[in-house]
């Protein structure tokens, strides 16, 4: 319940930054994979009503569960076990009569709490269907390196079309780990592995993986916000220090955005709502795995105008850049770079050439107020220096009034109005009285 002024003001801001993505989601094909594990905490049917949410926004949605703590409890209450070869598991008739059971269970479970309709719950109204099958063809893993895997299988392919038969109609798709052959036969698979190879078969939009903790950089400890599939490779390739979990997500991830899945997110599962922030919030929570940058550094076309507007206007106001109408912008476009982030601009940056002189000058650095960290500052420097010995700039030089110690520390030394070409020399402001920061471009 809303209760003040300011209450209502955070609600409207939220609501109204979360359309872009209610528009951007409505349609799209969804595969969501959870862990047995979550069937056991309180927080799995607030997990159940954010599906069920998701579905009533047009998302079309496949959900993928997993059973392992369910099945490891039924194989020792009969006094049997799980035998792992090289992290396989090993599943002979006891424990595929345990699998079965187990997954019978969890899909039943999961089938009745997506049916819920209580008028006083958040799922009132919602009329969800629920469609389970045989959509996942199945092969035994065999014998390999001498041991028999039993009943442990591996995808062989996906029955795509009967899926999207299934999402035509409205209906929620839900999975479980097992996978059928054509003669009959049922085979113990992993939940990850089937929904990567459903999200694959699908070409879906979005793979979400939930997970029981964050995927961590090793070396700072700090959730990895966002990673390429190279950059993932290389972590991989070059750190040890990796959970065990983590790494088996990330190759996940990166297998399912090489094979056409646009955008992979690792959510840790235990925080209420997770997947909603995720989705609807331009920072989200998780780690977005992709192919290309979800944030990039590009130049600016015309289109970027009113977003670079709505970046430098604040700054104008105070005094901190020079006033610049959208018809000057518009003129000047091809001189600047942006930053861009999931459709909005984080940051800027000109680059105004005096072929002459061999000089260029940085003007209107400027980065959105809740972005300047992860040296996005200094990218963007980087890209703009990059730029300017392409167009064989020799030296850089910029005007400044309360940033001057920013550019000290990249390389700028102070100098005067004279060290300017003259074409410039004759628009300083001197009322302005801005400082005249110069650094020499070295091609290295």
């Known amino acids: 319940m809303l209760t003040n002024a300011a209450d209502h003001s955070c609600f409207v801001r939220w609501f109204r930054d979360s359309t872009p993505y209610i528009h ?35 998302i079309r949605l496949v959900l993928v569960h997993g059973a392992r703590p369910q099945v490891e409890q039924r194989l020792n209450s009969k006094g049997y076990q799980m035998r792992y070869v090289n992290g396989l598991r090993v599943t002979d008739a006891n424990a595929l009569e345990c699998v079965k059971e187990a997954v019978g269970t969890v ?3 999961i089938e009745a709490l997506l049916s819920m309709g209580l008028a006083n719950s958040p799922m009132a109204g919602a009329r969800i269907r629920v469609a389970s099958g045989n959509f996942v063809v199945a092969k035994p893993l065999g014998v390999r390196d001498g041991v028999d895997f039993g009943h442990t299988g591996e ?48 070409r879906a939009d979005k793979l979400l993986l939930l997970i029981e903790q964050d995927c961590v950089n090793p070396t700072d400890g700090c959730t990895i916000r966002q990673i390429t599939t190279d950059e993932a490779e290389n972590m991989l390739e070059g750190s040890g220090l990796l959970a065990d979990d983590s790494i088996s997500h990330l190759k996940s991830a990166i297998n399912a955005c090489r094979r056409g899945v646009l955008r992979t997110h690792l959510i840790n599962r235990r925080i209420d709502g997770a997947a909603l922030l995720e989705l ?4 989200g929570l998780g780690t977005l795995v992709s192919l290309s940058p979800f944030e990039t550094m590009r130049q600016a076309d015309i289109k970027d105008v009113g977003g670079i507007l709505d970046l430098i206007v604040p700054l104008e106001n105070k005094g901190i850049l020079v006033q610049r109408s959208r018809e000057h912008l518009e003129m000047e476009i091809s001189t600047y770079s942006v930053i861009e982030r999931d459709g909005m601009i ?8 005096y072929p002459q002189e061999s000089a260029g000058e940085l ?11 992860d040296s996005r500052g200094e990218r963007l420097l980087q890209y703009v220096e990059t730029k300017a010995l392409g167009l064989g700039i020799k030296q850089l030089f910029v005007l400044s009034t309360q940033t001057m110690h920013w550019f000290r520390e990249h390389g700028f030394e102070f100098a005067g109005v004279a060290s300017l070409p003259p074409a410039r020399q004759a628009r300083y402001n001197l009322q302005r009285n801005s400082k005249i920061l110069v650094k020499e471009l070295q091609r290295f």
Do not use: W
């Open 24 to 58: 951007a989601h409505r349609g799209r094909t969804f595969v969501v994979s959870f862990g047995g594990e979550a069937l056991a905490d309180g927080l799995f049917a607030n997990l159940v009503h954010d599906f069920a949410l998701l579905n009533s926004l047009g």
């Open 107 to 109: 899909r039943v479970e």
């Open 280 to 283: 609807f919030t331009r920072d």
């Open 363 to 373: 003007a209107c650095l400027a980065l959105r107020e809740e972005y300047r960290g």
């Open 346 to 353: 984080l940051g800027c940056a000109a680059l105004h050439h």
């Open 155 to 202: 995808v062989r392919r996906v029955d795509a079309e009967g899926i999207r038969l299934q999402l035509d109609q409205g209906d929620v798709v839900l999975l479980s780990p097992l996978g059928y052959s054509p003669t009959g036969e049922v085979f113990n698979l992993g939940a990850e592995e089937v929904a990567t190879s459903v999200a694959v078969a699908l």
